[in-house]
């Protein structure tokens, strides 16, 4: 398996994505662009590409932030977080360019691909779906629900699979409750996925040392991270065949 570095510019600026595919396999294959929690492009990222390309994919795990920085406290996650998301059109356009290194990779097929993003990522991956960029599915895990986005039938291209927690601080049920109704209203196939108890970030490892060290309410949890997960490649499965 390959698994590396992969540097892109955008205006300028370098970006350090992380890329993993399976050398052995010579046929194009679906590609799956991951997008980072709030923290930035970490270990835990790295690890997920990784699993993805053991099952088959080529999996491109995209730096949202610019050299592939990391933010080490919530308030700085926050800060890194919100200087891409309130700039105009800067999500749409680091997203994309992204994508075009993943659709370019020889190893991909680009007419086959999905994204998958973690709490920040998953609700980016959403968006990008609401926009009508050309993805055949998105996986959501503890990905925020809400939107300024108003979209009608047909804007949502691909299927989505949706993971979030039942004692999830930052996704209340309102905002479930408002995603499955606006998804409905728009005709979209989705399936959403709810794990009682499980808190935000519950499919990341390091999640429940962060909320400890923080006063934050995040935490990891072993059985839904691995339903989850399990899930997601059935969805990916049916997707793709």
């Not at 590396?4 to 052995?24: K, M, N, V």
């Not at 930052?170 to 996925?193: C, H, K, N, T, Y």
């Not at 490892?205 to 997601?232: I, L």
Request: aromatic letters at 10%; one cysteine or more.
């Amino acid at each position: 398996m390959k698994s590396e570095a992969l540097e892109y510019t955008i205006d300028g600026q370098r970006y350090i994505g992380h890329i993993a595919y399976d050398e052995s396999q010579s046929s194009p294959r679906p590609g799956i662009l991951l997008v980072h929690e709030w923290w930035g492009l970490n270990d835990f990222v790295r690890e997920q590409a990784e699993k993805l390309a053991q099952e088959g994919y080529t999996a491109f795990a995209v730096d949202m932030y610019g050299e592939a920085r990391q933010a080490e406290t919530p308030d700085e996650a926050k800060s890194m977080m919100l200087a891409v998301k309130d700039t105009p059109g800067e999500l749409e356009k680091r997203y994309r360019a992204a994508l075009e290194v993943l659709k370019a990779h020889d190893s991909v097929d680009p007419e086959r691909i999905a994204s998958q993003g973690y709490c920040f990522g998953g609700a980016v991956s959403l968006n990008m779906a609401r926009l009508g960029l050309d993805l055949k599915g998105v996986v959501s895990f503890h990905g925020n629900l809400g939107t300024e986005i108003a979209i009608k039938p047909g804007d949502i291209k691909g299927h989505l699979q949706v993971y979030t927690g039942g004692a999830d601080a930052m996704i209340p049920p309102s905002q479930v409750a408002a995603f499955v109704e606006e998804m409905q209203e728009a005709g979209v196939r989705f399936d959403l996925i709810n794990y009682p108890g499980a808190q935000h970030g519950f499919t990341n490892p390091g999640a429940t040392a962060k909320g400890q060290k923080f006063g934050f309410p995040v935490g990891y949890d072993a059985d839904a991270a691995q339903d989850a997960w399990e899930g997601s490649l059935a969805f990916y499965r049916r997707l793709f065949g």
